[in-house]
């Protein structure tokens, strides 16, 4: 099993801590989110890890670690990042976001998923969110399953509750079949996005398309992307008023209602 870890951006709602590390080396209670993550990754048993980097790339030098660098991070998003590390591509694949952190149990419940493309989904989202947000709907976006157990919308936009099944949260497996899936698909939006619209958002260059981007033109391509669901134990550090919440909530000695550190 493979992991690849996309780390290239700049984590400019995290400053001041990045105005001179990259996001996923910013000191999460003695240790950086990144080698939490590889920690976490190396009890599951996966040791062929590949980090892509891009801001402050020099500042990323975790022993044992494959390293791809998005050199046009500034001008790119997920998509281009993940592909910066395109010859890593193949057989089994965990991708997960840098700033996401995650408990071990989490982790193997997608290591056994024997699915084609598999999302981690966390249905007890909306406590998390009240924490993080005076209105969580302000920052939540859709998710949808259907009768047969497979998502058919994921992160747009919504102000009804009912339409949120559950909350993405940048961490995902790709089987053997899943991976060609990915690449195919990848190669011919980048092709069709040659004539000036991206395939997979039109309202931004293709270059700058997200992860989820991706993962809702896969299913409008009527591919299967099976939910994994968890009730918590993880967190994403994505801003300073996030970290100042951690912070507090660890001080205080509750940061393991929403995640234990030390599994």
């Not at 790119?76 to 700033?99: P, Q, R, W």
């Not at 991706?214 to 994994?228: A, D, R, W």
């Amino acid at each position: 099993m493979k992991s690849i870890i996309l780390a290239a951006g700049e984590g400019k709602r995290l400053r001041p801590l990045t105005n001179d590390v990259p996001k996923s080396m910013v000191d999460f209670f003695g240790k950086t989110i990144l080698e939490r993550q590889i920690e976490t990754m190396k009890k599951c048993g996966i040791d062929d890890i590949v980090v892509v980097t891009g801001y402050k790339a020099d500042l990323i030098d975790i022993p044992g670690v494959i390293y791809e660098t998005n050199y046009n991070f500034e001008n790119t998003n997920m998509v281009e990042t993940l592909f910066c590390a395109k010859k890593h591509l193949d057989g089994e694949i965990i991708i997960s976001y840098a700033d996401i952190l995650y408990e071990k149990n989490i982790l193997n419940k997608l290591l056994d998923s024997k699915n084609d493309i598999s999302v981690i989904i966390d249905k007890n989202w909306k406590e998390y969110w009240e924490k993080r947000f005076i209105d969580p709907l302000n920052d939540a976006e859709s998710l949808k399953i259907n009768s047969k157990g497979s998502i058919i919308e994921i992160v747009q936009k919504t102000k009804n509750i009912e339409e949120i099944n559950g909350q993405y949260i940048g961490l995902m497996k790709f089987n053997t079949t899943g991976t060609k899936i990915l690449k195919n698909f990848y190669e011919k939006c980048k092709t069709n996005a040659q004539t000036g619209q991206n395939p997979l958002n039109d309202n931004i260059p293709f270059e700058k398309s997200y992860m989820t981007d991706l993962l809702e033109g896969l299913i409008k391509e009527s591919f299967q992307l099976k939910p994994i669901f968890i009730n918590g134990g993880w967190i994403e550090l994505d801003s300073i008023d996030d970290y100042e919440l951690y912070k507090k909530m660890y001080d205080e000695n509750i940061l393991n209602k929403f995640i234990d550190l030390e599994k």
